[in-house]
């Protein structure tokens, strides 16, 4: 299949035709592509700026939908959502791993059944269309995948360490929590991320994971566990 083809058919599989299709082809194209591909930018910004989209979108439906819901609750329930794992189910039902552009290396390592890599990808199509057609075409394309019944939603139970240490960490006002990469190694198809999750100036835990979300939460569980609270 050829570039042109792919994104004709993922336009057809999504019900979404872009008036800029190279805002499409940079959400397809994973950053070992990206490497193999002069001029070529990857998705990697557009993931940064879909995660936002996508965390709005289903912060206003679940606080519409779910008007009793407290706010911890309401908290756990997103992350449900939007975690990794959450956004790999997702993908696969449009088939999205299957259309990213990958270098050679990763694709004959399995990278389009990746989540890091497709979950990665499922938020830079939703940027993507944002960037093209504004917040309604996004909310409509993110809404498709959500839950019927939320209440009873059986992802719920992931575990979402970020969230929380969070709800842990603001009971004190005065103390902020954030996250630094520490180090970044491994060739584009392996990529190994270590990140330090920083209570004020302070390293309170330190984690490992092959996408920076996913090293993230490593850091939020250690740091819980070295707080004495059970992760398991």
């Known amino acids: 299949m050829t570039e042109k083809e792919n994104l004709e058919q993922f336009q057809e599989i999504i019900g979404y035709r872009f008036k800029n299709e190279a805002l499409l082809y940079e959400a397809l194209s994973h950053s070992s592509f990206a490497n ?6 990857s998705n990697e910004r557009l993931e940064f700026l879909g995660d936002s989209v996508l965390s709005i979108v289903v912060s206003s439906y679940i606080f519409h939908h779910e008007q009793k819901m407290p706010e911890g609750d309401l908290s756990k329930l997103r992350a449900s959502l939007v975690c990794e794992k959450a956004l790999f189910e997702f993908a696969k039902e449009i088939d999205l791993g299957e259309h990213i552009m990958l270098g050679k290396g990763e694709e004959h ?6 989540p890091s890599i497709v979950s990665d990808a499922f938020e830079a199509v939703i940027a993507a269309i944002y960037l093209d057609g504004g917040i309604e075409p996004a909310r409509k394309h993110i809404l498709r995948f959500m839950p019927k019944n939320l209440e009873h939603r059986d992802n719920v139970s992931f575990r979402d360490y ?3 240490l969070q709800e842990i960490i603001q009971k004190n006002p005065e103390e902020k929590v954030s996250y630094v990469l520490a180090e970044e190694s491994g060739p584009a198809h392996d990529k190994k991320f270590k990140v330090n999750v920083m209570l004020n100036s302070n390293i309170i835990g330190t984690g490992v994971g092959s996408s920076k979300k996913s090293a993230e939460q490593q850091a939020a569980k250690e740091a819980l566990s070295l707080m004495g609270y059970r992760v398991d």
């Open 36 to 41: 193999e591909k002069k001029g070529r930018r």
């Open 109 to 114: 390592s399995g990278g389009r059944s990746r």
């Open 162 to 164: 970020k969230t929380a």
